[in-house]
């Protein structure tokens, strides 16, 4: 009797509730009927590499396994961890030409002359090292500045890839042959040739593991905060939650931005509108 192609066994309901259940209770993923099919696509190549035969003997090991570790590596199989530097320009132009020149003359007249920023569901660091770079901008020439980026995530595997911040030349594309220069090193690989952050990026990015479900360790207030294509896995109780949290982490004047296809639509809230996925707390 042939072994079945772990590709062609069916993922059954009871199976898929069993997941999406212990998804929603850890970290709020709300994983619905129309993600049956992405769940059991990802969940195979897990499920191979582990030796399984079937997704029940898997599910039977990583229940079984008191360390959690399977756990998180499962939910790592299931976030989507796809993005570049400067991604949703947008957001950093309005960053660097309006609310960076504004933010620094209100701290200049208190003598503040600290800025903390937090990238909510970081991926593989482009966005938070992208942040940085233009926090790095804006305050050159500008005196003393103590800046930091908060850059948190629930995937243990993917925050180990973004404290390497190593990358490939599609994924450093948008960063003009200045920024390349000022901020990375290339080396020579098999196969190409690949960028690597510098120091002057990386210690100003602060990499930490965080479930948004949990509780923050994090001391405010933050001047602004990137939860970009995070919201869209979580019901709406969940981001009613997360977004009452981050207005009460945010400085008077703080903004939220938010992924492209996200809105505070639905949401009770005391945010004022900038422009569409940009939020002021007043």
Known sequence: METPVLDEVELSEKEFRLISDLVYKHCGINLHDGKKELVRARLAKRVRLCNFRSFAAYI??????????????????????????????????????????????????????????????????????SIAVSLVEAVEGQGRWDIKVLATDISTAILEKAKRGVYEEARIAPLSAMQRAAFLTSRRVEGGKVYAVNDRIRKTVIFSYLNLMADWPIRGPVDFIFCRNVMIYFDKPTQQNLISRYYGLLDSGGILFTGHSESLTGIDHSFKYVQPTIYMKP
């Open 60 to 129: 039977d090991f990583m229940l079984q396994d008191s360390s959690g570790q399977e756990f998180s590596n499962l939910v790592d199989c299931l976030s989507t961890n796809l993005t570049s530097f400067f991604r949703e320009m947008q957001h950093f132009e309005y960053l660097r030409s309006v609310f960076l020149p504004q933010l620094m003359e209100r701290k200049r007249r208190k003598q503040n002359y600290r800025i903390r920023a937090w990238s909510a569901g970081c991926s593989s660091g482009e966005e938070p090292y």
